[in-house]
T-cell receptor, first 113, second 109 residues
């Protein structure tokens, strides 16, 4: 069974731009969660989608948004990028809601210059 | 402030030594998971513990969930260079995951 895939793996953007990251969950998994990982703050929860609906949200500004499609694939968008948005963005899929075991993708390394 | 505090933050040991990593909180969790993450990759799930007092063994790794379901420990026996990585604990509460700050382990041959 294929694992969680994330595209692109690496991205360099400049301040003020916006970016869209993509995540394809494990086949049959309906929940997708997004996390931001930085050396200073560790792994922080962004949001979770289940059946195309946002079920949970972390404490991030409205510049961070996401969506989930009917095939469970998910995208997250960050608008008006700031230097502090440089991070590894991880997507995790689970069978049902995020209380289940979750499986992470390799992440997208975003660098904002 | 992290909901889950991990200690130590860094650990550098020789191959063959034993070690314990701690994950503590003042909150109660419905379950707790441990992950290992290698550079450039996403975290990989090692174990889920659900019941207070539960002990699970995975080869040389022993995981324990505290009786009150607020804390957990990971013990590695006879560490090997392949155990090197970032170890993360994650508590599950209200259908959300709360990750600890991580313990970076380096096992020298």
């Amino acid at each position: 069974k294929a694992g969680v895939t994330q595209t692109p793996r690496y991205l360099i953007k400049t301040r003020g731009q916006q970016v869209t990251l993509s995540c394809s969950p494990i086949s049959g998994h309906r929940s997708v969660s997004w996390y931001q990982q930085t050396p200073g703050q560790g792994l922080q929860f962004l949001f979770e989608y289940f059946s195309e609906t946002q079920r949970n949200k972390g404490n991030f500004p409205g510049r961070f948004s996401g969506r989930q499609f009917s095939n469970s694939r998910s995208e997250m968008n960050v608008s008006t990028l700031e230097l502090g948005d440089s991070a590894l963005y991880l997507c995790a899929s689970s069978l049902r809601l995020a209380g289940d075991e979750q499986y992470f993708g390799p992440g997208t390394r975003l660098t904002v210059t | 402030t992290q909901l889950l505090e991990q200690s130590p933050q860094f650990l550098s040991i020789q191959e063959g030594e034993n070690l314990t990593v701690y994950c503590n909180s003042s909150s109660v969790f419905s379950s707790l998971q441990w992950y290992r993450q290698e550079p450039g990759e996403g975290p990989v799930l090692l174990v889920t513990v659900v019941t207070g007092g539960e002990v699970k063994k995975l080869k040389r790794l022993t995981f324990q969930f505290g009786d009150a379901r607020k804390d957990s420990s990971l013990h590695i026996t006879a560490a090997q260079p392949g155990d090197t990585g970032l170890y993360l604990c994650a508590g599950v509460g209200f259908n959300k995951f709360y990750f600890g700050s991580g313990t970076k382990l380096n096992v020298k041959p």
